[in-house]
């Protein structure tokens, strides 16, 4: 199993910014280690679907954007540490949502796909107020 706990969510005016983190831990990195796993960010706003933001491949070295973030939006990660990291910049009222982390499984590529990936976190609201 793996654990994913997210942080950093909260409120913040438009123009701000938020640093989201996820935590990963589990027994299934005992032997498929985090750092061989991609790592995405999902969000969902009431009455939406959940969509894509962001994923980043298991060395890091490769990322994409959802269109609606690109240029705003960092995501980043520290396989000694087993985390992944999302820097939200000029936020906007429309980026307000649930932001989850998920793991895809070991040795696979970037995902685009919520299918694409194995266990999620639980969540962490984001508002942005206008």
């Known amino acids: 199993q793996v654990q994913l706990v997210e942080s950093g969510g909260g409120l913040v005016q438009a123009g701000g910014s938020l640093r989201l983190s996820c935590a990963a831990s589990?027994?299934?990195?005992?032997?498929?280690?985090?750092?061989?796993?991609?790592m995405g960010w999902y969000r969902q706003a009431p009455g939406k679907e959940r969509e894509f933001v962001a994923t980043?491949?298991?060395?890091?070295?490769?990322?994409y954007y959802a269109d609606s973030v690109k240029g705003r939006f960092t995501v980043s990660r520290d396989n000694a540490k087993n985390t992944a990291s999302l820097e939200m910049n000029s936020l906007k009222p429309e980026d307000t949502a649930v932001y989850y982390c998920?793991?895809?499984?070991?040795?696979?590529?970037?995902?685009?796909?919520?299918?694409?990936?194995?266990?999620w976190g639980q969540g962490t609201q984001v508002t942005v107020s206008s």
């Open positions: 980043i491949n298991a060395s890091g070295g490769r990322t």
């Open positions: 589990g027994r299934s990195f005992n032997n498929r280690p985090f750092k061989s796993r991609t």
């Open positions: 998920g793991v895809r499984p070991a040795f696979v590529g970037l995902g685009f796909e919520e299918s694409d990936y194995e266990y």
